[in-house]
């Protein structure tokens, strides 16, 4: 098994006034190449924290964390935006689509962003993506003409479009009904299997905990159980 | 393709940003404009009253080059007259290249005397056969603009110095002297030699006042001059040579000093003074003969330039501190649009937008609302001008009247007066907008996500 991220002696701190809020204490924590996790664990419990450090869009207070082998603390903020660009997917708990674009542009823009493709392959894969998240018909809205489920599915194309090696998603069904929930994260795992992409979800829905191939049990920022679900499994090739 | 299709949808996201704030936008816009549109109009206040300084000194007593010559037969003893008026003609003639037009003109100064009142005016000679130009630029002025009684038509003909003894004079000139067409007025002045000397002239026409300026000079034919001051034939007191283009003024001077140099001229220090302010200075040097001295229309209006400069230094302040309070406008603005702005920047960068890209962003941003705006700006204060400018409107205070050397107000907006003013307003935009858009740049996707 390949080693995707590497989490070692991680700690996270949050000043908040006189106080310090330890968000994550001492994670040590491997992900590995098409796996399925869950981060699961009661609110305040880190998880949110362990994902942003994970996107590279936050730095620990101490400890490593290797993405794709690279040591994030010994990259540069351009180097750490490539490697955002390039290799990861972000799925936001409030969707985070930008406005002043409609659902293809929101789908397209990592793509331009990336650089590199002809337009018509860009298209070629924009409206692939879209046509799997069942979003066709709406091609042409702006995110405030759709509903929730919807403008995550637009979350989910746009975080998938580039084929990223990690896909993190922090809780991709809080917003969603239980039908619309289970449907996406289908979804997902049907890319999971297709791509060998590694999924990081964090959420406290039983729904999803129970399709997952790993869980990770946070509690007051520390790591403290983990299991398999043997029936759902992951990508992963057998042991 | 790609950069251009990424420009593209920073464009797009930084005009829905302006569309998304319209009272914001509009207010900033407007400030701008109106900036703009003062810039615009200040300019064309200093453009009008340049140009038309320029006109009446090009008009009444400056060629775009001149060549003057000061004579002594003692050191003290000074005439201001060419000696080999023919020969100083041939190498101008030789070495100047793009001239419209080369004229001799004399230069004199005397009392005008009539029945009812004296002034002092300086007195040019002219072959009105050869001032083509001049013929051209001065207006008559209609009898009713100078006589209370007069007829609104124009009377006489600037032709009409073509006969012996006669003079043009400008309307304020005819007002004071009480003066119209067929009168006589007496010129009166000293010889160089010191013997007082008269000459009686006819008013063959009344052109229109050119601002100030034509207070003082009169025309009349160069004999006249000749006589006043006892001169001969082979004299001339200047030459003034007009351009094709006014703007190599400077480069033909230059060329013209070499070559009066090598034709073993003597010539003095280039001193950017009118020609009657060299006066002092040369009488009290200690030298004979024959000296040249070349000019260029603005050494010719020196003494006004100031006019010109203080209304662009007054311009230059006031927009200046317009603009200083439209940039922290600007610059605020700039900070609450990044506050309210701050997830989806975030969330950009979070994708995978550089720091260079987000703050091309707001530069973009900047520049669309500044351009936009300052451009309507510009489009308004060049309608205002032609309107000011069309209206004719009579400028109420003798003090500004004096000070724009015109009756009128004149604006002048010109493409580089506006190109000007809206690269300047855009550039003020644009680095007002930088440092909100660099602190934005700079911040951590995350905190900027839940800011
Ligand atoms: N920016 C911040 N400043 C201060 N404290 C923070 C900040 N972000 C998170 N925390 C604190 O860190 C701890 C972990 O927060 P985190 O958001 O990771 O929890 P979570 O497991 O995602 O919770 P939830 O399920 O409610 O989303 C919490 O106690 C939280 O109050
Ligand atoms: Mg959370």
Redesign the pocket.
Known sequence: MKPVVELASVD?D???GKVT????RNVDLTFYRGEFTTVA????????????LVGCIDVPTSGEVRVDGQLTSELGDRDLTRLRLEKLGFIF?AFNLIAALDLYQNVEFPLLLQGGMTRKERRTRVLEMIERVDLTPQLRQRPNELSGGQRQRVAIARALVTRPRIVLA??PTANLDSETGRTIIDLMKEINEDQETTFIF?T?DPMVIERAGRIVH?RD?QLVDEDTNSDSGDARGAP | MNSINRFLIIVRIAARNLVQAPRRTLWLALAIAMVTALLVLFQGISEGTRGHLLRSATTLSAGHVNVSGFYKTTPTDVTPLIEDGARARRIVEENTTGAVQIVDRQRGFASLITAGATMQAGVAGVDIEDETILADVLQLAEESEYVDDGRQEVVGDIQGLSRPNTAVIFAGQARRLDARVGDTITLRTQTFRGQANTVDVTVVAVAQDIGLLSNFAIFVPSRVVLDLYDLSDQTTGALLIYLEDIDRSEEVMDTLRAAFLSEDYTLLEHQPEPFFAKFETVSGEDWTGQRLDLTTWEDEISFLTWIVTALDTIAFLLIGILAIIIAVGMMNTMWISVRERTPELGTVRAIGMTRTGVLLLFAVEAFLLGLAASLAGAALGTAVAAAITAAQIPIPSDAVRAILLNDIFVLVVGLKQVLGAVIAMTLVMGLAAFFPAWRASRMQP??AI?R
Do not use: F, I, R
């Open positions: 996270k949050y000043p908040l809020v330890k968000a994550l664990g009661p609110s305040g419990s880190g998880k949110t924290t362990l994902l942003n708990q922090d809780e964090s406290h946070l920022g | 995350v905190e839940h």
